[in-house]
C-alpha cells in the first residue's frame, strides 16, 4: 500500500515534541484564564479552595478538580459560557437520555479552530480536492453532520450533505455523481453494505467508493474488515465528543495504528475511573480532556468516560501527537450480567467475525425470579434460512459457544432473518435492558 504522509498543517502536525509541551502550557495557561470568566468555573475553583488555578508544569493540572458531564446539565443553560452572547455564533448539544441535553456553544473562531482540524484529518487519510464527499451523518444538533461539513470544504472536497437515512436515493448518488468519501456511522454502514448487496451492485464494478470516515460509535475491528470487503473501501477511524467539539478529536493516520489525538488543541490524561488517579503511560483507563484553544467555553478536564489508552512510541507517519488505542466502549454503555461487566463491543467483535452473520444484532436483558437473562438476537444472512433445520441449530450453537468464550455469561442466542430487527440510520441501539423497566 503507498501510505501519503503529506500534512494539511504541517507547523502543527509535525511540531517537535518540546515545542508542542510548551505551547500546552501556555495555552493551558490561557485556558484557565478564560475559563474563570464563566460562573461555573469561578465556583468551581472557589470551592476547591484556588481563587485562580496557577500552573507553571503541565502535570500540575493534576491539582484541578474534574468537569462531569452532569456539571453541564446543571449549568445549563449559559453557566459555562465565557464571552458575551454578541461573540456566539453557534449551538451543539448532546441527548442526554435522562434530564436536560448538554449544551455546547462556540465562537466564530471556535468553529474555524474546528474546521481546521477535521480538514487536518481528512486530508492526513488521502482526501483531496476532486473528491466528492457525501456526509451520511445527522445535521442539526448532533455535531456529526456539521462537524465534518466545514472541514471539507476547507480543504475543497465536493460536499454533498445528504445527513443518514433514505438508504437507496442515498446509493442512487453514489451511482450518479460518484460519491469517492462517506461519513457514516458503522452500525448504518453495516445497513448500507447490505442494501448495496440487495441492489446487486457490486462495489468494484458500479461505485467509486474508496474512503469511509466512521465514528460516533466504537466499532471492533472485525467490523472495519466486513465493511472494507462489502463495499470495497478503506475505512479510517474518527474520535469525538460534542463536549470536545464533535469529531475530529482524535483520528487515524494512513498506519491506523490507533488515533492521534491533537495535542496542540486537547490536553489528554488517562485515569482510573474509580479512583480519579493519573495512570502510567500506556495502562488502560478513562480519557480525560482539557480544551485548550476554545474561546467561548472552554472545559477543564472534562471525564469523557470513553475508556482506551496510549499508545507508546513514535507512529511511523512522523506525527508525535500521542496515539489513542481505538475506544474499547463509554464506560456508561458498560452493563453488568450475573456480576459481569460486558461491553456491547465484545459481543460485536465476536459476531463480525462469523460468516454467516448479516449485518445486525440486538442485545436483551431481562430479570426472572432474579436471575438475569441475557438474549443476543443476530441477523444471520438469508440463504442460511433455506438450509435445514439442523444446520441452523450449528449456527446457534457456534455462536453461543463463541460469546461464552468473551463474556463468560452463557447467553441465549435467536437467529432472526436480515431486517427483522429494526436497522440504524444513525446512532443504533444496541442495547435493551428491561432490568431498568
Ligand atoms: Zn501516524
Redesign the pocket.
Known sequence: MKVTTDCWAPEWERIEEKVLRQHQLTRLQETLKQATKSPFYREKFRQAGLSFPKISHLEEIQQLPFTEKEDLRQSYPFGLVTVPLEKLVRLHASSGTTGKSTLIFHTKKDIDTWASLVARCLYMVGARPGDIFQNMMTYGLFTGGLGLHYGAEKIGLLVVPSGSGNTQKQIEFFRDIGTTLIHITPSYCLHLAQVVAEMELLPERDLKLRLAIMGAEPYSEATRKKLEKALNIKVYNCYGLSEMNGPGVAFE???Q?GL?LWEDHFFPEIIDPETGRVLPEGEEGELVLTTLQREGMPLIRYRTRDLTRFIRGI?????IHR?IERIKGRSDDMFIVKGVNIFPSQIETVLMEIPEVDANFLIIIDRKEGLDLLTVQVEIKQEYFRGDLQSLREIQEKIREKLKNTIIVNPMVELVEPGTIPPSTGKAKRVIDNRRL
Open positions: 493516520c494512513p498506519f495504528h492521534h507512529c511511523r507517519c512522523g506525527r496515539r
